[in-house]
């Protein structure tokens, strides 16, 4: 799996947009662009998952560079309990469930 | 609809022992991996089990094996336990024929003395 680098942390107020940048220059063809958040003692939670379109659930939004080089997961309108660590992650799905996590970014959210 | 749930939450063990952590995946999911992560870390795959047997192995010793029961459910089994293995151990499930979304547990935090 191509490996990915983040800001260790962000801030964001309350009511804004919190948007969390990846890098992943080595991504191939076939992998996609996961991310996951981590509340504070609790289990990761997935959140959204992308190849090349953008892509919008209920959480969020996942916005990926024309070269894939690069996403940005965005959560529009950040409240208290979005305060978590966020990861991204890139795999080929198909396959074995593994997720190879890296520290994240870590993202308070201040009133 | 219960999600992942895992057993213990906190454990304290000392160096040598041996440790079972257990884990009943969400309702429906037939595959159950188990990750560590020490603290400020993020998760490390240790292995998965489908149909019950270990289908993927992350760069984990022999220490730790496993096992999935004919439920689905499974266990993390740890011999001759380390100061280092003092960790959460998280259990998450998935279908095998789907696994784009892994739902995971609250875990189970491991303290070796």
């Known amino acids: 799996d191509a490996k990915t680098t983040q800001p260790t942390s962000m801030d964001c107020a309350e009511g804004r947009a919190a948007n969390l940048p990846c890098n992943h220059s080595?991504?191939?063809?076939?992998?996609?662009v996961y991310w996951y958040r981590q509340i504070h003692s609790q289990g990761p939670q997935y959140i959204i998952h992308g190849l090349k379109n953008n892509e919008t659930n209920e959480m969020a939004s996942l916005i990926i560079t024309e070269d894939r080089k690069s996403s940005t997961l965005i959560l529009p309108h950040a409240t208290l309990r979005d305060t978590a660590v966020y990861y991204c992650?890139?795999?080929?799905?198909?396959?074995?469930?593994?997720?190879?996590f890296g520290t994240g970014t870590r993202l308070q959210v201040t009133l | 609809d219960a999600g992942v749930t895992q057993s213990p939450t906190h454990l304290i063990k000392t160096r040598g022992q041996q440790v079972t952590l257990r884990c009943s995946p969400k309702s429906g999911h037939d595959t159950v991996s188990w990750y560590q992560q020490a603290l400020g870390q993020g998760p490390q795959f240790i292995f998965q089990y489908y149909e019950e047997e270990e289908r993927q192995r992350g760069n984990f010793p022999d220490r730790f094996s496993g096992h999935q029961f004919p439920n689905y459910s499974s266990e993390l089994n740890v011999n001759a336990l380390l100061l280092g293995d003092s960790a959460l151990y998280l259990c998450a499930s998935s279908f095998w024929q789907n696994n784009e979304k892994l739902f995971f547990g609250s875990g189970t935090q491991l303290s070796v003395l």
């Open positions: 080595t991504i191939s063809g076939n992998e996609y």
């Open positions: 992650i890139v795999r080929v799905t198909g396959t074995a469930s593994k997720l190879t």
